[in-house]
């Protein structure tokens, strides 16, 4: 579903090609690529060491590798209006051990980018809109379809009603309201 989105989304640029592989081992040529961008992968891998130096592989002297993932203090940041995630683990605390023994601190990624070879590491925080809600209400239908999510599958259906009910109670507005997620990007040079 990723490159269906990416292929309609950059479908106006006739130089741009897809190919679905594997982080760990690409396929791709040695010393080939000047920049390789890895949005929201880290997490899904365990031993982000593999992932890296299969990057360091494939980039050009000089090229740049860009990650944009979460790290635990990323996502335990309180819920509020505009950061949504934060109540789900306010509400269930099990939620909280999962995300954390998922994501990567930032002193992991930056020391095993040193280790592979990379240099001139540094790492920005951002604040992404993750979507703009008219209504509130809105917004509960989307947490009630688990709407990319991940994390919500964790909760069976009367946890997640619970959920939606928490979070329904905890926004007081009922008019627009702006999801935000905060990231961390690193960027290192081989």
Known sequence: MMLVGAKENCKQYHHITFKQGNALATGLDDDSFQLVLERALIHHIQDVKDCFQ???????????YIIQDRTPEDCLLKGDDSHIRGYFFERFPKLKEQEVKRRHSSELVVETLKEIGFSEITEVKL?????????????????????GRSILHELDDTELNDLVNYIDQAILTEGSIVEKDRWTIWKAVK
């Not at 299969?54 to 740049?64: A, M, N, Q, T």
């Not at 239908?141 to 709407?147: F, G, K």
């Open 127 to 147: 604040l992404e809109t993750r979507n703009e809600y008219e209504q509130k209400e809105q917004l509960l239908n989307d947490l009630r379809e688990r709407t």
């Open 54 to 64: 299969e990057v360091y592989r494939i980039l050009e002297d000089k090229g740049v």
